[in-house]
């Protein structure tokens, strides 16, 4: 990144704020909607993906910490004030651990481009049902495994699994927690896939870390202020925030996926 221009690294700057706030606002999305952007500045994913998965270990997990002091120094007792729905995350991560391995280590490939347009599709489907307040809601475990299973195993070759995790954890986690869950779903899956970084001798951009981390910051701490407007307002436009920001993330992704292709 030191052959950037000086308007490139401000650009860098200002996407950085726009990715910590869609983060903290909703608890996803953040480096699906900022990525496509960076890579318009330089097309290179490695450099932005150890920096992107830095700034979410720390800021999700100041987030959680902040949120759950009490808990965590209290034990069980204090757990039914806790902003992370642990049971049902513990049960997820059980079903999505193994897929995701895989996908870090590549043991099973399929093809991207059709991989990618249909998790996409799916997701773009979940988020309409949203916006127009008739959410789809699974009748099947088998369904939401598959979903969970395929979810992992993206989230482990790339970071667009994320959407289609979402689109199940919506339906079985209150709206309160929701965020807070995913976001300690995400410390754990983003350290599988550090290491697997730190395994393979990937540069972490520990320069670039130390400028980008204050505009980040600032993009945190506004996303904070929206979160919890979102969470106090009606469970129907919070939905249609939500389905929205998925939306969005679905049409970047296809058009992404149509580009490459």
Known sequence: MSDLTVLQHVLIGLIFVWSGLVRSGLGF?????????????????????????????????LTVWQNNRA??????????????????????LGIMIIPKLLGVFGVIVLPNTLMTAAIYIIVGAYSLSYIFNKP???????????????????????????PLIISVFVNHVD????????FVLW???????????VVAGVDLQLASQLW??????????????????????????????????????????????????
């Not at 495994?145 to 790339?158: D, K, N, R, T």
């Not at 929206?226 to 929205?244: A, E, P, W, Y």
């Open 71 to 92: 808990t965590l120094m209290g034990g069980i007792e204090a757990e039914a004030n806790s902003t992370v729905d642990w049971q049902y995350l513990w049960k997820a």
């Open 212 to 261: 980008l981390l204050p505009c980040a910051a600032v993009g945190h701490v506004i996303g904070l202020r929206i979160h919890r407007r979102l969470v106090n307002s009606d469970t129907k436009v919070f939905m249609q925030v939500v389905g929205s920001a998925l939306l969005v993330i679905s049409c970047i992704g296809l058009y992404n996926a149509w580009a490459a292709h």
């Open 187 to 197: 410390i754990i899956l983003v350290t599988i896939k550090m290491a697997a970084f």
């Open 136 to 162: 789809l809601k699974s009748k099947s475990r088998l369904v939401d495994g598959f979903f969970l299973m395929l979810g992992g195993y993206i989230s482990g070759i790339s970071l667009i699994g994320a």
């Open 29 to 61: 999305g953040g480096s699906v909607m900022a990525l496509p952007f960076l890579l318009l500045i330089l097309d290179e994913p490695l450099v932005f993906l150890p920096i992107v998965s830095i700034h979410l270990l720390f800021f999700a997990g």
């Open 175 to 182: 709206k309160h927690k929701l965020r807070d869950t995913l």
